[in-house]
Structure formats: structure tokens, C-alpha cells
């Protein structure tokens, strides 16, 4: 599955963001999907999953309630809706596909989309 993120950008710090990723290739509804972020000189880490149904999400302890994933299966694209956005959010954000496993871990996905900038001001 080829998967295309978008709508990251520059957003002061308290705004939101919505993140895309548009998937193509293969059956989306097959794949649980996650979002993950690398800051510049940080390791990337995992921020939030969904389901193959969208029924059910997991996140990073860091998100505190501020950021939404979703999915939209007839679209073919899974969403990020970041609100409350911290200086500490600045990175290239990332969504993964997989058939299972453990949402946090990078080792389950397959399949790698390209990054796209958050900048977040103070």
C-alpha cells in the first residue's frame, strides 16, 4: 500500500492541525494505522493508532487528550487532528500501515508513509 500524508505546516502554539494520509494500492480497511513523529536529533516515537474499523485508538501518554486519529474507509485515509499544539509537537509526522500487533511499535508496520512538517511557534 502506498500511503501520501499531508497538512502539516506552521500553527502558533494553542492552535490545531489536521493531518492526512491518504492510502492507495491495497484494501485500507485491511490495516490498522498509526501515526508516529520524529523531531530533529529525537528518535521517532509513536503518537496515536486506529483500528482496521476505526472502533478502536491508542496514544502516546504525551497527547493528553489533545490529538484525535480516525479513519475514514471509504476515503481511504486515516486522520490526525491535533488541537492544543506545544512547541514540543514540532516535528515530521508520519503515518505507518500494519496487519496487527502492537500499535506503539514501529517493528509492526509495513508499510511507510512520507513525512510531513509540523512546525509549532511559541
Known amino acids: 500500500v502506498q500511503l501520501q500524508a499531508s497538512g502539516g505546516g506552521l500553527v502558533q502554539a494553542g492552535g490545531s492541525l489536521r493531518l492526512s494520509c491518504a492510502a492507495s494500492?491495497?484494501?485500507?480497511?485491511?490495516?490498522?494505522m498509526g501515526w508516529f513523529r520524529q523531531a530533529p536529533g529525537k528518535e521517532r516515537e509513536f503518537v496515536g493508532g486506529?483500528?482496521?474499523?476505526?472502533?478502536?485508538?491508542d496514544y502516546a501518554d504525551f497527547v493528553e487528550g489533545r490529538f484525535t486519529v480516525s479513519r475514514d474507509n471509504v476515503k481511504n485515509t486515516v486522520y490526525l487532528q491535533m488541537n492544543s499544539l506545544k512547541p514540543d509537537d514540532t516535528a515530521s509526522y508520519y503515518c505507518?500501515?500494519?496487519?496487527?500487533?502492537?500499535?506503539?511499535?514501529?517493528?509492526?508496520?509495513?508499510?511507510w508513509g512520507q513525512g510531513t512538517l509540523v512546525t509549532v511557534s511559541s
Open positions: 486506529v483500528n482496521w474499523s476505526g472502533g478502536s485508538t
Open positions: 505507518a500501515a500494519g496487519y496487527g500487533g502492537n500499535y506503539a511499535s514501529d517493528k509492526d508496520y509495513l508499510y
Open positions: 494500492g491495497r484494501t485500507f480497511s485491511d490495516y490498522f
